[in-house]
């Protein structure tokens, strides 16, 4: 028996029938996560119903050297869960038992591949959530949340899943079973926590989280304001964080982005703005109102054209409706879109938007911008027809222009949907040789032998090299002393 | 051995200009201490010296001593870039936090952390390195949760900037939130970027006499509620419980929860934060990490409780073995917060990985040996 036959036995024999797949037609819907440009069908699928089970397969890949690619619900955005031919796909979808809900110490004990809204669902009888709500929540795992550090609408006062996980167990390559944090606010020494929030899989395994609960705010309220030009909106978002309101959510549509949404869900937002702005309160009935007439007053101030606030919970989620079919509308406008995901410091935004406007012309694709803009996160969706030739080239290199402008700005080539495979190359421009090497070395410290998800999230010096990669930082352009590779 | 330093940072009395919704540079008078700092660091790794890394010397208090030269960040101050509207400030390590705080104070602006300024000392720096948080900190944060974006010096000698100055940033590892708490034993900090927050626009701190369980249930119980709440603490059979937000949302609280408004309560909870109260003052003192609810370990001694029962801190002349097992067994972690002669062992299972990481930034073992965990 071949090497590759002989792994797939000893898998064969570690795993029972339904959780190992070989067929490749059963393979299918693991070629791709939530990056569909990017396809690779996987050597094997191993789905592990235990945990017993995950550290078999895990022993298996590091004493056969063979590569392993964690795969939550398969809802990223960047191709981190993108498979390797010769590698094993490890699906934690079937570690999926909330473990425990203790309301009094207001924590939730689950498996990774618990769904996000299923936590938030468990907690509820207790009058509590949790609160990070990524787009994708109905179907993204917690494990894959960990993994991308994922955020969503209400990080401004929330935070990210860094922020809001207080523990996990892990699996690394070596078959170590560690326990970072725990039900507790800031355990002692390295915050290697912290190191996993984010890391795509690239260091270990999680297999067990645990996430701190809220008690679910009193009162809610969602005020509307549109604008005839983006500067107003962006202005009126820097006056309502100066004046020392924290929103639950900020965001921000522009023309076309407000048009797709109404025509798809008819939110009731005003299609003649050039921006809109959502500004959610909550949290105690009292400060709830009072915030929400000094937001409406704000608003006012910055030349809003017209100011609408939810009466009840039933109008505040209508109105929300047409932000959160903002992708699938935005879709309906061309056959295929490609999402952006960079961050940029707010007062830089209608800098921003206009260079956009520029490449949007230039490369011939449309635009539709939603920003996350209390924290200063853009999604530009580029409009394209992955079946007109040239398009998809053009819309991937308007993307990597993009975001070398957030970049270039003071920004990050990915605010919350990580770097994967689809960021690599804008990796070489954020950061120079000696911090990748740094990344690398850290990688090495929890994986020496690169088989943890090889290839993703950090590129390689080499490749950095061949791309001609300029290092821009804090908006210097790139000066003749800066090194390049 | 790491001693106070002065910091010549020059008192900002000149905040014209300063305008809310404005993005506003300050430049004052600065000094860049790169240079020096990144040679003593390489001559340190040319002659494998170990290195006593510090900032301004307030917390030397903790922990073990360091042996080696020491590299002291004071100096290296200023460079701040104070953006009100974006809620993000960055400086370099040296700054004293008193500066910090007073220069968001004019926009009505906070630290969320609200970092301890032992004897009325620290730097932004000092404050990252040792990751510890004030009285607000379950409310509003920790200190790792509001960094965004540090550079620092590595054990090559190679200065690195990790992070940004934006509130989501997930490419490449987090190095920043690695570095808090570290205590300088991966890297020498160069500057820090911060997420600030508005300052609340009402505060109201109310007084229960209570026993410590009855304290603890009580605490737990608003937990569980939508209340804006802001800190706790227990003492000597008295609660205070204070509350921030809205003059409304405050007012309506405190009606529902009874109790005695405290007047003056801001110096109650600086001196708490501070460890200038008297119970910080004698025996041995221990940090001690529990979930919220857990009931108190079986150790003999005095209790403070902060932080809705999340941190409570122990006076204790118990053997450090029978107070780490006493909490241990309850889910939590009990750090000495006090001078010892050796740093904690770390669990037998993670000592290989952080042995790695502090390889993996500092091959050489420079900077703070046995600062924060006992290597063994």
Redesign the interface.
């Known amino acids: 028996m071949d090497h590759s036959g002989q792994v797939l036995q000893r898998l064969r024999d570690a795993l029972p029938l339904n959780c190992l797949i070989t067929d490749p037609r059963a393979m299918r819907p693991f070629e791709t996560d939530g990056l569909t440009a990017v396809k690779q069908m996987p050597w094997v699928v191993a789905l592990p119903e235990s945990l017993a089970q995950l550290r078999a397969v895990v022993g298996i890949c590091r004493e056969c050297a063979v590569p392993l690619v964690a795969r939550g619900a398969g809802t990223g955005l960047s191709g981190g869960a993108r498979p390797l031919a010769d590698g094993v796909l490890l699906g934690l979808s079937k570690l999926s038992r909330i473990l425990e809900i203790?309301?009094?110490?207001?924590?939730a004990r689950v498996e990774p591949g618990v769904r996000n809204l299923a936590i938030t669902e468990a907690a509820a009888p207790?009058?509590?959530y949790y609160a990070p709500d990524p787009s994708s929540q109905i179907a993204c795992s917690i494990g894959g949340n960990v993994a991308?550090?994922s955020?969503g609408v209400h990080?401004?006062k929330y935070?990210?899943t860094?922020?809001n996980v207080l523990g996990i167990k892990v699996l690394?390559i070596?078959g170590?079973?560690?326990?970072l944090g725990?039900?507790?606010?800031?355990?002692?020494?390295?915050?290697?926590l912290?190191?996993f929030?984010?890391?795509e899989g690239m260091?270990g395994i999680v297999t067990e989280v645990t996430v701190r609960l809220l008690?679910?705010?009193?009162a809610k309220s969602l005020v509307l304001g549109a604008f005839s030009t983006l500067e107003d909106a962006g202005?009126a978002v820097?006056?309502i964080?100066?004046?020392?309101?924290?929103p639950a959510g900020l965001e921000m549509m522009d023309a076309l982005a407000v048009q797709a949404a109404e025509a798809f869900v008819g939110a009731g937002y005003p299609t003649d703005a050039a921006a809109i702005l959502l500004c959610e309160l909550d949290?105690?009935?009292?400060?709830v109102?009072?915030?929400s007439n000094q937001v409406q007053r704000l608003m006012r101030m910055q030349h809003a054209t017209s100011v609408r606030v939810s009466r009840d919970d039933a109008e505040r989620e209508r109105m929300w409706l047409g932000r959160k079919a903002a992708f699938p509308a935005v879709g309906r406008l061309a056959p295929d879109y490609y999402c952006m995901d960079g961050?940029?410091?707010?007062?830089r935004l209608g800098e921003v938007l206009r260079a956009i406007a520029r490449l949007s012309a230039e490369y011939g694709l449309g635009v539709a911008n939603v920003f996350?803009a209390?924290?200063?996160?853009l999604h530009p969706l580029i409009l394209y027809d992955a079946n007109a030739p040239g398009q998809l080239a053009g819309a991937e290199a308007m993307g990597g222009r993009i975001l070398a402008l957030c970049v270039e700005v003071?920004?990050?080539?990915?605010?919350?949907?990580?770097?994967g495979v689809e960021?690599l190359d804008a990796?070489c421009g954020?950061?120079n040789a000696?911090?990748l090497d740094?990344?690398h070395?850290?990688?090495?410290?929890?994986d020496a032998h690169g088989l943890l998800n090889p290839g993703k999230?950090?590129p390689t010096l080499t490749r950095c090299a061949e791309l001609g990669g300029m290092h821009v930082?804090d908006g210097q352009l790139p000066l003749p002393d800066l090194e390049r590779f | 051995m790491c001693t106070t330093a002065s910091c010549h940072c020059p008192t900002w009395n000149d905040f014209s200009g300063l305008l809310?919704?404005i993005?506003v540079v300050t430049q004052i008078h600065e000094r860049d201490d790169t240079q020096r700092l990144r040679e003593s660091v390489a001559a340190a790794v040319a002659k494998r010296q170990p290195l006593a890394v510090c900032g301004r010397g307030s917390k030397t208090f903790l922990g073990p001593v360091v042996a080696g030269n020491m590299l002291g960040t004071a100096e290296h101050c200023g460079g701040v870039d104070y953006?009100?509207?974006?809620?993000?400030i960055t400086a370099r390590a040296g700054t004293p936090l008193a500066h910090i705080k007073r220069l968001l104070a004019t926009?009505?602006q906070m630290l969320p952390f609200d970092p301890p300024l032992f004897r009325g000392e620290g730097s932004l720096g000092g404050a990252v390195a040792a990751?510890l948080?004030g009285p607000q900190?379950?409310w509003f944060?920790?200190v790792?949760?509001a960094v965004l974006g540090v550079r620092l010096i590595?054990g090559q000698a190679?200065v690195?900037?990790?992070g940004?100055?934006?509130?989501?940033?997930?490419?490449?590892?987090?190095?920043a939130?690695?570095m808090?708490?570290?205590f300088g034993t991966?890297g020498v900090l160069l500057q820090v970027s911060i997420k600030v927050?508005?300052?609340p626009?009402r505060e109201i701190t109310l007084v229960f006499d209570l026993d410590r369980d009855d304290a603890l249930a009580r605490v737990?119980a608003w937990?569980?509620?939508?209340?804006?709440l802001s800190a706790t603490c227990h003492v000597d059979n008295t609660l205070h419980v204070r509350l921030s937000?809205?003059?409304?949302?405050i007012?309506?609280?405190a009606r529902a929860l009874g109790g005695t408004v405290l007047p003056h309560a801001a110096t109650f909870w600086d001196t708490l934060r501070d460890h200038a109260q008297p119970f910080f003052t004698e025996a041995l003192c221990w940090r001690i990490?529990?979930?919220?609810?857990?009931p108190f370990p079986r150790v003999a001694g005095r209790w403070l409780v902060e932080?809705a029962g999340?941190?409570r801190w122990l006076r204790s002349e118990e053997p450090p073995e029978v107070i780490v097992a006493a909490v241990t067994a309850l889910?939590?972690?009990a750090?000495p917060f006090h001078r010892v002669a050796v740093a904690?062992r770390?669990?037998s299972?993670?000592l290989?990985?952080?042995q790695?990481?502090k390889?993996?930034?500092d091959p050489h073992d420079i900077f703070n040996r046995g600062r924060?965990?006992m290597d063994a």
């Open positions: 203790d309301p009094d110490n207001r924590i207790f009058g509590l991308e550090n955020g990080c401004l935070g990210l860094v922020h690394t070596d170590d079973e560690l326990t725990g039900a507790v606010l800031d355990s002692p020494g390295y915050d290697l912290a190191l929030n984010g890391s260091l008690p679910k705010p009193e202005d820097g006056k964080i100066a004046a020392g309101v924290v949290g105690a009935a009292a400060d109102a009072a915030q961050t940029i410091p707010r007062s996350h209390g924290d200063g996160n003071g920004g990050t080539v990915t605010g919350e949907h990580g770097v960021k990796m954020q950061f000696q911090e740094q990344f070395r850290i990688k090495s410290a929890f999230a950090v930082h | 809310p919704g993005r953006r009100p509207d974006e809620l993000v926009q009505s990751g948080s900190r379950p944060g920790s790792r949760d590595n190679e690195l900037t990790f940004g100055q934006v509130m989501k940033n997930v490419a490449g590892y987090d190095v939130r690695l808090t708490g570290a991966l927050l508005p300052q626009q737990v937990g569980r509620q939508s209340i804006p937000g809205t003059e409304q949302g007012s309506s609280a990490a529990l979930p919220s609810a857990a932080w999340a941190q889910g939590g972690f750090t904690p770390v669990e299972g993670l290989k990985y952080y790695r990481i390889t993996a930034f924060l965990w």
